[in-house]
Each structure stands twice: as C-alpha cells, then as structure tokens.
C-alpha cells in the first residue's frame, strides 16, 4: 500500500526534529589568539629613535597541515598521523595571527625604533618576513607537549638580509582541556620570541635599512 501525504509530511517533520535536535547537541566552537608576553622596553625613545629601524612585519608562511584554522595535535612524537580539533580553532589566519604577535613581542627590542604589521604605503625601512614550521600539541605518556619552530628573516627595502634564525619554543605539562594546551602554545612562542630579540639586539641594525 503507497503511503498517504499524511505519513509522507510527518516522515519528513520528524526528519527535521531529528536533524534540528542533532545540531542544537553539538558542541560550541572555541577561538583562540596568539598572546606573547610584552616585555618593558630596554632602550630609551631617544636613542632608539636615532638609531632604530621601522620595521613592518608581513604575514608569515605556513607549512601544511598546520596553514588551517583547526588546532593540530599528534599522539606520540614519532608518530607521522596528525589530527585536528574540530570545535578549537585560531580565531584568525595563523600566518596573521603569528606576524601580529611577533611585531607586539619585539617592541623595545634594542635597534628597533617601532615595530609593527606591515600596512600598503607603510614607511618601513626594513621587514621581517617568516615561515611557521610547525605550531602543534603532541600527547606523550602522562602529558601534553606545546611546540613551534620559526624561520625569520629581516630584509631591507632591497630585499638585502640583514638578520634570519630559526627560533624553537616547547612547553610541557597535564592539561584536561584544549585551553590548557593552548596556553602551554602561548609558553612555547614566548621562548621563541625571546630566542627572536636576543639576535636582533646582537645584531648591527643601525647600519640596515638605510
């Protein structure tokens, strides 16, 4: 026996609750930014105004898998599978969010008069470029590891490298949620960025960017 419009327009109702009440059942999506610490500055406006250069920072290549907005993680430092959160995310491109932080990190940095993102028509007399090698949580027994690696590379209007290094950060510890693990990430780049101003203040950046 066919079935009545009846039966039909109820099948399809009850199809709509179902699909409704599925998707009222999934969890929020959480989004997170980048947050280095700040250091107070460790030259005086007069000098570094003088002497300093105004650099822009452009944003920063990703290597894959990690040039998405999902957070990756891998189970075991050997391990080659990666996997991603699905409800914790950056809140922005991380190539972005990863050039903005670096430009609040280095600010005071001895050589550098203002740092900040690269903007068209910007004044800048030189730039730091980078790529993000890996920005990820690594689950090992009985705890949770945070590591990043950074190529960097300061040029000048010409294009004339006047500083690069690859700076590391890693952070450990036993976190039950993703937010722990994000602030362990925040950790790990702070050790980067500090890795990033003790070679820009040991380098000869007054005689750049001219």
């Known amino acids: 026996m066919r079935p ?106 001895p050589g550098i008069h203002r740092i900040e993102p690269s903007t068209s028509g910007g004044d800048y007399s030189a730039f730091l470029r980078g790529r993000v090698l890996y920005l990820e949580e690594i689950d090992v027994p009985g705890q949770q590891l945070a590591r990043l690696a950074l190529e960097l590379r300061l040029v000048d209007r010409e294009g004339k490298t006047l500083w690069s290094d690859q700076v590391q950060g890693t952070a450990s510890g036993t976190n039950e949620t993703v937010a722990g693990i994000v602030e362990q990430l925040y950790q790990a780049f702070d050790q980067a960025l500090e890795q990033a101003r003790s070679g820009l203040a040991a380098a000869d950046l007054t005689q750049g960017g001219s």
């Open 4 to 109: 009545t419009k009846l039966v039909l327009v109820f099948s399809i109702v009850s199809l709509a609750v179902s699909l409704l009440g599925a998707c009222s059942s999934a969890p929020p999506t959480h989004y997170y930014l980048l947050a280095p610490t700040r250091p107070e500055p460790t030259v005086e406006p007069t000098t570094a105004a003088s002497t300093g250069l105004v650099i822009g920072v452009d944003p920063f290549t990703v290597d894959p898998p990690y040039d998405r907005d999902q957070l990756v993680y891998r189970l075991g430092a050997d391990s080659v599978e990666v996997g991603f959160y699905t409800y914790h995310r950056w809140a922005a491109p991380l190539g972005d969010l990863v050039a903005v932080s670096m430009a609040e990190g280095l600010e005071g940095t």
